[in-house]
């Protein structure tokens, strides 16, 4: 059974337009949503990495779970940089010790330094409301 012609037509204008939406939305390269780290978090971001640190850690609550999330432990009670540097090497309970220098604990306390002034994780405020969509409370509106 074939198609009528106007339904392949419709069939080719609707395939078009989604390759433009998805050529459009990944190729983007406007600044809206995208968090720009400096050379140093950069830094410490590829030494996260290299040393598997989400395999037990969280950021934004994706990664591991049996190391707490990090998304703000720069800010969190106001814990100085000297106690986080000295948690990179020796951790606690079940974390690894590692042999961070000086230069790579102050890269990798940069990381956490800017991920930490990107947001808070979990944004206690949010609502999920019955249609999945997440409301920030003392807001009007929604789908935000």
Not at 95 to 113: G, V, W
Request: charged letters at 20%; one cysteine or more.
């Amino acid at each position: 059974m074939f198609l009528p012609r106007k339904y392949v037509l419709i069939l080719l204008l609707l395939l078009a337009l989604f390759s433009s939406y998805n050529y459009i939305i990944y190729t983007d390269t406007s600044a809206y949503g995208a968090v720009r780290l400096s050379g140093k978090a950069v830094q410490g971001e590829k030494l996260w990495l290299q040393n598997n640190c989400n395999s037990c850690h969280q950021i934004y609550g994706l990664g591991g779970y049996l190391g707490p999330d990090l998304t703000n432990v720069y800010s969190f009670r106001k814990r100085d940089e000297k106690y986080l540097k000295s948690m990179f090497n020796s951790g606690i309970n079940a974390m690894p010790e590692f042999d961070f220098n000086e230069t790579e604990k102050a890269e990798l306390l940069q990381f956490l330094k800017e991920i930490d002034q990107t947001g808070k994780y979990p944004n206690t405020e949010a609502v999920i409301e019955a249609d999945g969509w997440v409301k920030i409370q003392n807001q009007n509106s929604t789908h935000e």
